[in-house]
T-cell receptor, first 113, second 111 residues
Framework: KAGVTQTPRYLIKTRGQQVTLSCSPI?????VSWYQQTPGQGLQFLFE???????NKGNFPGRFSGRQFSNSRSEMNVSTLELGDSALYLC????????????FGPGTRLLVL | QKEVEQDPGPLSVPEGAIVSLNCTYS??????FMWYRQYSRKGPELLMY????GNKEDGRFTAQVDKSSKYISLFIRDSQPSDSATYLC???????????FGQGTILTVHP
């Protein structure tokens, strides 16, 4: 079974631009969570989607948004990019509601110049 | 104070050593405990998953959870150079789809 896939793997953007990242969960998984990983803050939870509904959101500004499609694929968007948004963005999927085990993709490395 | 505390190391051991990695936490609502391994420039890979207190063994890896002390451990027996990575503890049970991670411990196993 294929794992979680994320595209693109690398991105370079400039301040003020916006970016959209994509995540395809493991087949049959319906929950998708997003995380930001930086050397200083570690892995921080952004938001979680299940059946196209955002059920949970972390402490990030409104510039960070996401959505989930009917096939469970998910996208996250960051608008008005700041230098501090440079990070590894990780997507994780789990089987169902209440399933705590999450499987991570390889991440998208975003560099904001 | 962070909800989950993990010594970042770095930790350097010789091949064949027993490695002990630990995390403490403050939120008594956590019920699910995981250990992930992350190689450089890769996503975290799930190693162990434990529900509530107790021990779980899988090959060279043993996970222990002591909820009364709010303390979890991962032991690696007969460590190999291929075990060199960052090890992350993670916990959940307080809100949908959210894992709370420790900072990660950088482990190097030298031949």
């Amino acid at each position: 079974k294929a794992g979680v896939t994320q595209t693109p793997r690398y991105l370079i953007k400039t301040r003020g631009q916006q970016v959209t990242l994509s995540c395809s969960p493991i087949s049959g998984h319906r929950s998708v969570s997003w995380y930001q990983q930086t050397p200083g803050q570690g892995l921080q939870f952004l938001f979680e989607y299940f059946s196209e509904t955002q059920r949970n959101k972390g402490n990030f500004p409104g510039r960070f948004s996401g959505r989930q499609f009917s096939n469970s694929r998910s996208e996250m968007n960051v608008s008005t990019l700041e230098l501090g948004d440079s990070a590894l963005y990780l997507c994780a999927s789990s089987l169902a509601a209440g399933e705590e085990t999450q499987y991570f993709g390889p991440g998208t490395r975003l560099l904001v110049l | 104070q962070k909800e989950v505390e993990q010594d970042p190391g770095p930790l350097s051991v010789p091949e064949g050593a027993i490695v002990s990695l630990n995390c403490t936490y403050s939120n008594s609502a956590f019920q699910y405990f995981m250990w992930y391994r992350q190689y450089s420039r890769k996503g975290p890979e799930l190693l162990m998953y434990t529900y509530s207190s107790g021990n779980k063994e899988d090959g060279r890896f043993t996970a222990q959870v002591d909820k009364s002390s709010k303390y979890i451990s991962l032991f690696i027996r007969d460590s190999q150079p291929s075990d060199s990575a960052t090890y992350l503890c993670a916990m959940s049970g307080t809100s949908y789809g959210k894992l709370t991670f420790g900072q990660g411990t950088i482990l190097t196993v030298h031949p």
